[in-house]
């Protein structure tokens, strides 16, 4: 279905900013619900944040400890992941996803396996937060 390429990860300092972008590369992201999810080595793959591309609304687990947030551009179709006071156990390749959902996002995303929601996926970008 759709192709989502992830960019902006490099390598910051903690304390530092940082956007994400998750690009759709052809298909319109306008009906998607948009998750950001991050994988570290050794662990399972966890999910930052959800918005929904049909109204708008936002979810984020208790982990992010609102210093991350997720915004739209739809003439540019790509949807952003602003992370902010980054610490190193931040570390992780960053992936976004798509998929049509009928129910509201905190159904979706609020529970541990959010990630089977998702069929399409992207290629992960690396975010390394070190000093």
């Known amino acids: 279905q759709v192709q989502l390429v992830e960019s902006g990860g490099t390598l910051v300092q903690p304390g530092d900013s940082l956007r994400l972008s998750c690009a759709s590369s052809?298909?319109?992201?306008?009906?998607?619900?948009i998750g950001w999810f991050r994988q570290a080595p050794g662990k399972e793959r966890e999910e930052m944040a959800c918005i929904s591309q049909t109204d708008g609304s936002t979810y984020y687990p208790d982990s992010v400890e609102g210093r991350f947030t997720i915004s739209r551009d739809f003439a540019k179709n790509t949807v952003y992941l602003q992370m902010n006071s980054l610490k190193p156990e931040d570390t992780a390749l960053y992936y976004c996803?798509?998929?049509?959902?009928?129910?509201?996002?905190?159904?979706?995303?609020?529970?541990?396996?959010?990630?089977?929601?998702?069929?399409?996926w992207g290629q992960g970008t690396q975010v390394t937060v070190s000093s």
């Open positions: 052809g298909e319109p992201l306008d009906d998607y619900t």
């Open positions: 996803a798509a998929d049509f959902f009928r129910v509201p996002v905190r159904m979706v995303c609020s529970v541990a396996a959010a990630p089977d929601f998702f069929g399409s």
